[in-house]
């Protein structure tokens, strides 16, 4: 049975222990909504892009500027685990609830697996990361799907040498599984099974 409480007691047992909702291993960006306050977002380092012109006769507050605009992944507000914007956060990250957390406040998994699944995925995370390093990629602050496709479109658009080509393909295979990670347990829309 699902109650204010147990959505706390799960974001406490497993959401500050994961991330992957905010460190661009799941999304790439975060849309802002009207009533967002972006002036909150910007104080902790957030940089928002497609931000609609103010409206200077009339003085245009924050709050009127934020249609269309978004903010990049890996958050800048996210300090290990933790969202150092929390109460101020966007009403996205407010509403998001992964497939995992979901099937936690349900009592479908019990929080060590869940655990489990969420050290799984980061390392995997961690891994696709690492190799994207190894190709001298220099997007830190980008989401892994970004960077891996940017890595690829150079590799087939020149020369290959034998040891890029076995790291493409170690890095590629890192990638699909995260992704398969992703799709059975993260993604919205994800119903969990038991016998997953
Ligand atoms: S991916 Fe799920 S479990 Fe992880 S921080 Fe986001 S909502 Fe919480
Ligand atoms: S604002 Fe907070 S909840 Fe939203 S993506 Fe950034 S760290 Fe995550």
Known sequence: MRSEAK???CVKELCLRCGICCDGTLFKDVELRPGDDTSALEHFGLKLSNRTPKKTSEGGSPRSRVQSSRFRQPCAALDGCVCRV???RPAH???FEC???KAAVEG???TAAALKLIRRTRKKSDAARALLDEFGDSGA???VSVRFRRVQRRLESGEVSQEEGSRFSRLTETVHELNLLLGAFF???YRFKRNS
Do not use: A, N, Q, T
């Open 86 to 88: 929390y109460s101020e």
């Open 141 to 143: 602050k980008e989401c």
């Open 7 to 9: 959505v706390e007691k």
């Open 187 to 189: 993604y919205p829309g």
């Open 99 to 101: 497939g995992l957390l």
């Open 108 to 110: 479908e998994i019990e």
């Open 93 to 95: 990250c407010r509403e």
